[in-house]
């Protein structure tokens, strides 16, 4: 069985601040862990993924996941927040031959003060 | 090249009544998906289609649900007849590939269901 679990259904940061979004999964085989946001109006969009290669990876608009097995984590972060980036933000995993069968997180809403 | 497109993007009816959203996946995707999202909670998993035969439908809540993939192109998802509980934004996603790690999902924008 699988779980992610995303602490704090709303973030609220500064312009220019660190942005970091918690997800925990839980998962019995080898994860494979995604980001997606999603957009006012729009749908989804995939921000990166990890599949078993590197732990530190990075995405699109300057957003990196850092995958730590020992604490079941993968928290996404960007070291300066800017106004667009203000979206929900959906952690999800998945595992290997399950296909596009992913189980996701609550959400968390990033707003972002200028 | 054009997106997943979903139809209609909010519809609202009464209890009781039907419903049918449509999906268009992005062309040359065999893969397609029904994703559902409740007010209030995450994103569930409805189903899977390769081409017109469903792979995984374990999602799908109960059997006023009724999802079909004619000629292996656009998707519909019916309810009936739709109950309160079924108010919600059901996504649809498309992929070339079914393994996550080979392609990713793209998603559409959603459709809005309100049924009063």
């Known amino acids: 069985a699988q779980s992610v679990t995303q602490l704090g259904s709303h973030v609220s940061v500064s312009e220019g601040a660190l942005v970091l979004l918690r997800c925990n999964y839980s998962s019995s085989v080898p994860p494979y862990l995604f980001w997606y946001v999603q957009y006012p109006n729009q749908g989804l969009q995939l921000l990166l993924k990890y599949t078993s290669a590197a732990t530190l990876v990075k995405g699109i608009n300057g957003f990196e996941a850092e995958f730590k097995k020992s604490e079941t984590s993968f928290h996404l972060t960007k070291p300066s927040a800017h106004m667009s980036d203000a979206a929900e933000y959906f952690c999800a995993v998945t595992g290997y031959n399950q296909g596009g069968k992913l189980i996701f997180g609550q959400g968390t809403e990033l707003s972002v003060k200028p | 090249e054009a997106g997943v497109t979903q139809f209609p993007s909010h519809s609202v009816i009464e209890k009781g009544q039907t419903v049918t959203l449509r999906c268009d996946p992005i062309?040359?995707?065999?893969?397609l998906y029904w994703y559902r999202r409740v007010m209030g909670k995450e994103i569930k998993f409805l189903l899977h289609?390769?081409?017109?035969?469903?792979?995984?439908e374990s999602g799908m809540p109960n059997n006023r649900f009724l999802a079909e993939r004619t000629g292996g192109t656009y998707s519909t998802l019916k309810v009936q007849p739709a109950e309160l509980e079924d108010s919600g934004v059901y996504f649809c996603a498309s992929s070339r590939d079914s393994g996550v790690d080979t392609g990713e999902l793209f998603f559409g924008e959603g459709s809005r269901l309100t049924v009063l």
């Open positions: 289609f390769v081409k017109e035969s469903k792979q995984d």
């Open positions: 062309s040359g995707h065999d893969n």
